[in-house]
Nanobody, 122 residues
């Protein structure tokens, strides 16, 4: 079992940057694939990025490729999402998930955090 807590969200102007963090409890963090997802009001949860257990494999949605970077520090039980060149359409609640498969489908992730709000003003 792993518990996840996201932080780092906030209000930023278009073109700005934010770094989200997701801290995990438990000693099995390094065995999980980690993903970031987002959900805007009235929309389904959508895939943003994922990273393999060793941090060597990464996977991005086309909409964020080149702007967002996912990374992890297994010694700190933390996964990060560096978000640059933010756009108003990036506004959403961002969630981290832990799973066993490097995938874009949220059904492949077994554990979720509570989410952190990101708002990008134009």
């Amino acid at each position: 079992q792993v518990q996840l807590v996201e932080s780092g969200g906030g209000l930023v102007q278009a073109g700005g940057s934010l770094r989200l963090s997701c801290a995990a409890s438990g000693r099995t963090f390094s065995s999980y694939v980690m993903g970031w997802f987002r959900q805007a009001p009235g929309k389904e949860r959508e895939f943003v990025a994922a990273i393999g257990w060793a941090g060597k494999s990464t996977y991005y949605a086309d909409s964020v490729k080149g702007r967002f970077t996912i990374s992890r520090d297994n010694a700190k039980n933390t996964v990060y999402l560096q978000m640059n060149s933010l756009k108003p359409e990036d506004t959403a609640v961002y969630y981290c998930g832990a799973g066993s498969v490097l995938a874009r489908n949220p059904d492949n992730y077994d554990h979720w955090g509570q989410g952190t709000q990101v708002t990008v003003s134009s």
